[in-house]
C-alpha cells in the first residue's frame, strides 16, 4: 500500500516512452499500481501524479471516472457477475442472488477474510456463453449456481492461481520492445 | 437461406492457436501489408474507397472516406477502437482474442495509407487476456521486422502501441476515446469539430477506426475494392460479423454477406443462431444494439443493410447486435435493464441524458416491480421526448439530439419500442400491480 517500488518507476518510465505526451501513460501507470496493491492507495497516486507531472487532483479525477480502478482495498478475487440483457435472459439475476448467499456479501462488498470482492457488472462481451462473470477479468461462462459453487471452491483452495492472477493484474505479457535503449543495470543512458 | 460465401475476418478464429505469430505467417499474414507498400499510398486508399467499407464499430462511416477527410498537418495518428461495451455485442473480443496479427495488419496498412508514424490500439480494459494476445502480438511483430523503422525496406516507419481502458461505455464514442487516451475522464468533446479527421488526438488530425474495420483492411488490399465491392449489395458491401444473443439456441458471433441476407438468417438458420430456444415464439428483436429501436417478428426479412434499416426500418443495424426476445420474456423488464445501463454509463455532462436516464429507469423499475401508475406511460414519453425531441413510435432515423454525444439518444429507443410495442403489457403491470411473468 504504497508509493510504486523501484522495479515498477522503471516500468512506469518505460511506458511514458511510448507516448508522445506523458499524460496519455495516465491509465496504464494506474493499472500497473492496481496490480502493485491490488487497489489504489492515495500514496500511489501521488506518485503517479509525480511520475507524469500532474496534480494528484488530476490522478483521482481521472481513476475516479473509471469502473476498473478501485480506491478503496478490493479482495484478492473479484467477481464481476453480467446482469445486462443477455444474461438477464439466462438467469442473471438469479446467479447473482445465488452467489451472495454463497460469499455471504451484498454485492459492492468484501467477504470478512479479504479473499472475494462480489460486484454486478455491465455487459462483459461474452454474450456467447451467457450467464457469464469474470474473476479478476478472467472470462467464465454458461455459469450454473453450482458451476458457480464449484468455481469458489477452487479458488478458495488455490488451484486456479495459474489462470487467476490476484486483482489489479491485467496482461501478464510486457511490452520489451521499442523502448529507450539503457546500459547494464537498467539506469537509463541520456 | 443464408448465401454460402467463403467468411474474410473470421476466416482464422477456428484454426489453432491463431494467435499466434507462427500461424499467422503460415496463412499467409503480412503478405498484404508487404504489397501495400509496393503502393503509392492514394492506391492503398483507393482501393478501400473502392470496397465502400462502412465503418464496422456502429456509425457506420465509410472508411476510406473517413481517411480522406483528414486535415493536411503534421504529425497525423490512427487510433483504433477496440472498447466494444455495447450490450450484447461480442465480435471484437472475438477478433481481438483470435486474430491480433490480423488487426495489427489492417493497422499499419492503414497507417501507411494515412501516413501515420504513431499508432493506437484502444482495447477494452477488461479484455485481460485480449490485452495480453495484443501485446505479444506487437511484440512478435516487432520482432519479425513490420513495426518499427523501415518496414521492409520500403522507407516507412511506424510505432504501434497497445492502450488498455479501464471501464467506461462511453469510451466507446470516438471523442471520449481520445480523451481517455490522453488520460482524461472519458467525456466525449464538444462538437464542432464533429470529426476527429480535422482535431483528434493531442489537437492533430486523427482516424479512429474500429477493430473489425481494421481486419478487413488486408483481405481488401489483397483482393482488392472491387472484389469486396462484388459481395453483398450496392449499399451494403462486403460481409460483416453479427452478435447473436438472447433466446435463440446457438447464440454467437457470425459472419455473414451484407445486404443478400436477412435477420432471419441470423436468427433461425441452422448454421447461426439456429432458432428460438424450446421451440418458444420470437416475441421481438433488438436489431443493433441497446441503442437500436427494437423490431417485431414482421420486420425478420429485413435485409442486412444499414441504409434500409436506418431509412425503412427507422432502427440501424449499428454495433451488429441481434437480441432475441422470446414470448416468456418481460418487455418492460428488458427495456428497464437497457434503460439502468445507460443510465450508469452517461458520463453525466448533458442534463438530459444525466438526469433523464435516472428518471426513466426509476419509472420503469416501480412498473416492472408493480408500483406504477396508469400516468406513468405518458411520463415516460414526455422524458423520453426530452431527451431526444419528436421520438415517437414508428421510430425515425436519425433520432434528434439534445446532449453532446449519441448516448442521449440511446436511452429512449428500449422504452418507446416497449412501449410501442407492448402497451397492454405495460398496462398489465400497472393494473395488476406486478410483473405478469413472475
Redesign the interface.
Known sequence: MARLTPENVQRARDTIS????A??????L??MAQEQDGWLSEEAMVHVAEL?ELTPAEVY??AS?????FTEPVGRYLVSIC????C??EGAYELLEHAASTLGVRPGSTTPDELFTLEEV?????????PCL?V????FGDVTPDGFDRLVARLRAGELSDEVPPHG??????????LPARAEGGRERR | MTTEVAPIVTRRLAAQEPWTLQSYLSDGGYGALRKALTMPRQEVMAEVDRANLLGRGGAGFPAGRKWSMLRKAEPVYLVVNGDESEPATFKDHLLIERDPHQIVEGTLITAYAIGAAQAFIYVRGEFALGLERMIQAVEDAYGHGVIGANIFGSGFSVDLVVHPGAGAYICGDETALLESLEGKRGFPRIKPPYYPAAIGLYGAPTVVNNVETMSNIPWIVLNGGDAFAALGTETATGTRMFAVAGRVNRPGAYEVELGKNTFRDLVYDPKLGGGVRDGRELKAFVPGGASSFWFGPERLDFSLDESKVKGEGGSMMGSGSVIVLDDTTCAVRAAWRLVRFFHKESCGQCTPCREGSGWLEKIMRRIESGHGRPQDLELLMDVCDNISPGVSWPSRWPPNMTTICPLGPSIPPPVVSSLGMFRDEYLVHVKEGGCPFG
Open positions: 511510448l507516448y508522445p505526451v499524460r496519455s501513460a495516465l491509465i496504464p494506474l493499472h507524469l479525477g481521472t471516472f473509471y469502473d476498473m480502478l446482469t445486462n440483457i443477455a438477464l435472459l455491465e455487459c462483459i462481451a461474452d454474450c456467447g456463453r451467457a469474470a479478476n477479468w478472467r472470462f493484474t491485467l496482461s501478464r505479457v510486457r511490452r520489451t520492445v521499442g
